[in-house]
C-alpha cells in the first residue's frame, strides 16, 4: 500500500485554459479530486520516454498544458 502521508506541497500557477485541460481530463476518467488528477498525469508523465532535455535559457512560461496557439488564457 502507497505512503499517504504527503508532507510537500507544490503550488503552480496555471492559465484558465490549463485548468480546464486538467479538469476536462480529471472528469473524464471520473479522479476523485484535481490533486488526484495532477497526480495521475505527473506519474505518466515521468513514466513518459520521448522527451527531450530543457534547453539552457527556456523559461517556466515555455513549458504549458496545452499548445499556446490554443490558450486564450490570461498572461
Excluded: C, H, N, Y
Excluded at 1 to 13: A, H, K, S, V, Y
Excluded at 45 to 67: C, N, R, T, W, Y
Aim: glycine letters at 8%; aromatic letters at 6%; hydrophobic letters at 40%.
Amino acid at each position: 500500500m502507497p505512503d499517504l502521508t504527503r508532507e510537500q506541497r507544490l503550488q503552480i500557477m496555471l492559465t484558465e485554459s490549463e485548468l480546464s485541460a486538467i479538469d476536462d481530463w480529471r472528469f473524464a476518467r471520473r479522479m476523485p479530486t484535481r490533486a488526484a488528477a495532477v497526480r495521475e498525469l505527473l506519474k505518466r508523465g515521468l513514466a513518459a520516454e520521448g522527451f527531450d532535455s530543457a534547453l539552457q535559457g527556456e523559461l517556466s512560461k515555455d513549458f504549458g498544458v496545452i499548445p499556446p496557439q490554443a490558450d486564450s488564457g490570461g498572461q
